[in-house]
């Protein structure tokens, strides 16, 4: 799973090549028009490096915990006006804390505050669940549409319980979720 953008590199540069395209659009540059691609397949080898295949970011973060708090467990159907979601830190950066997958939780904005700068166990704060890294390949699929496209193939190549399963990651409604 990678951005149009990316594909459209692989497959410019000769590393990956367009199976299926999406629609009928084109990507057109100065020089070119290529087919948006849906599906590549790789014709050679390309490492990602492991930083870029594990980076935190608020987007995968909400989508570990699931959009909850892990703190008071809502929802941002549930806030008031002016609450959101937000990156907590366990162990906060300015106490040697880091940006790992294990350290950092997703908090209302009124828990992040709530907590401050001290530890769990300090504000009688507990999160829900153990923070923990999330495979990167399920991330991808929480936080993207899965294409009638893209269904075919991961039914082909990999069975109806895969594609049932990465169904089920799908959000059921368009989320809206803020974050510092």
Request: proline letters at 7%; a positive charge; glycine letters at 6%.
């Given at each position: 799973?990678?951005?149009?953008?990316?594909?459209?590199?692989?497959?410019?540069?000769?590393?990956?090549?367009?199976?299926?395209?999406?629609?009928?659009?084109?990507?057109?540059?100065?020089?070119?028009?290529?087919?948006?691609?849906?599906?590549?397949?790789?014709?050679?080898?390309?490492?990602?490096?492991?930083?870029?295949?594990?980076?935190?970011?608020?987007?995968?973060?909400?989508?570990?915990?699931?959009?909850?708090?892990q703190f008071c467990g809502r929802h941002p159907s549930d806030f008031r006006h002016?609450?959101?979601?937000?990156?907590?830190?366990?162990?906060?950066?300015?106490?040697?804390?880091?940006?790992?997958?294990?350290?950092?939780?997703?908090?209302?904005?009124?828990?992040?505050?709530?907590?401050?700068?001290?530890?769990?166990?300090?504000?009688?704060?507990?999160?829900?669940?153990?923070?923990?890294?999330?495979?990167?390949?399920?991330?991808?699929?929480?936080?993207?549409?899965?294409?009638?496209?893209?269904?075919?193939?991961?039914?082909?190549?990999?069975?109806?319980?895969?594609?049932?399963?990465?169904?089920a990651l799908q959000p059921a409604a368009p989320r809206v979720a803020h974050g510092?």
């Amino acid at each position: 799973m990678v951005p149009v953008r990316r594909a459209l590199r692989l497959v410019i540069d000769g590393k990956a090549e367009l199976v299926e395209a999406e629609g009928l659009g084109l990507v057109r540059s100065e020089r070119l028009s290529v087919p948006k691609p849906a599906v590549i397949r790789l014709v050679k080898f390309v490492h990602v490096p492991r930083k870029f295949r594990r980076q935190v970011t608020n987007t995968f973060l909400f989508a570990r915990d699931d959009y909850r708090c892990q703190f008071c467990g809502r929802h941002p159907s549930d806030f008031r006006h002016r609450e959101c979601l937000t990156r907590d830190h366990l162990v906060p950066l300015s106490r040697g804390g880091t940006n790992e997958w294990t350290n950092v939780i997703t908090a209302c904005s009124s828990c992040n505050t709530r907590k401050g700068n001290s530890l769990p166990e300090e504000s009688g704060m507990i999160p829900l669940r153990h923070p923990f890294e999330p495979h990167f390949v399920h991330l991808s699929w929480a936080v993207r549409k899965l294409t009638p496209v893209q269904a075919k193939y991961i039914r082909l190549f990999y069975g109806a319980e895969v594609l049932a399963e990465l169904r089920a990651l799908q959000p059921a409604a368009p989320r809206v979720a803020h974050g510092h």
